[in-house]
């Protein structure tokens, strides 16, 4: 166990107060980027050699066809395209991965070594598609739910409109039965 004297501490403490790391927006965002190889852990984001509309179409179309319903579906779906657009890139990333050489025999070639992060890549590629399988389950556990408990609440309805007439029968029934009774008193 080591000891500081009073005066370590102290010029440590004061070397602290100097670096308190970036304090614009802009250089936070900027200092955040430090260290990002891949973009294939962390928080989603589209890494500067992405296209950014082609992203936001594949967010589109899976809007267009899985229209969800409330935040949460929402939710899910973004997830959805996050992972999927995820594994791409670790498909892309694998694929270079590959270090391909010509054999001049009609276009064909030979896989002449493998970079050692294929490993890495093909996990998590693995990774992302299993949180979009996740994502993708639970989104359709809530629609399935959402559907029964509307076929649900319509043959409640419905059994409650032939509860409705079978009773308004039966009055109408009890009202002839009574009418009939007073007629052959009277």
């Not at 500081?4 to 614009?24: H, M, Y």
Request: charge should be positive; charged fraction near 30%; aromatic fraction near 6%.
């Amino acid at each position: 166990m080591r000891f500081f004297s009073k005066r370590q501490l102290a010029a440590n403490r004061a070397n602290a107060q100097k670096s308190t790391g970036p304090q614009s927006p802009e250089m936070k965002a900027k200092v955040s980027q430090n260290r990002t190889k891949h973009g294939l852990t962390g928080s989603f984001q589209l890494l500067p050699t992405e296209d950014v509309e082609q992203f936001e179409e594949l967010l589109n179309q899976f809007m267009l066809d899985e229209q969800p319903v409330g935040i949460a579906e929402v939710e899910l779906v973004k997830t959805m395209v996050q992972h999927l657009w995820m594994t791409r890139r670790a498909d892309c990333l694998m694929n270079a991965c590959f270090l391909v050489q010509e054999t001049g025999q009609e276009r064909q070639c030979q896989v002449t070594a493998v970079r050692p992060e294929l490993e890495r890549f093909l996990r998590y590629q693995t990774t992302h598609q299993r949180a979009y399988q996740r994502a993708s389950n639970e989104l359709l556990k809530r629609k399935k739910e959402r559907r029964l408990a509307e076929i649900g609440f319509e043959s409640q309805e419905r059994a409650q409109a032939q509860e409705q007439r079978r009773e308004n029968a039966e009055n109408r029934r009890s009202e002839e039965h009574t009418s009939e009774l007073q007629s052959h008193h009277d």
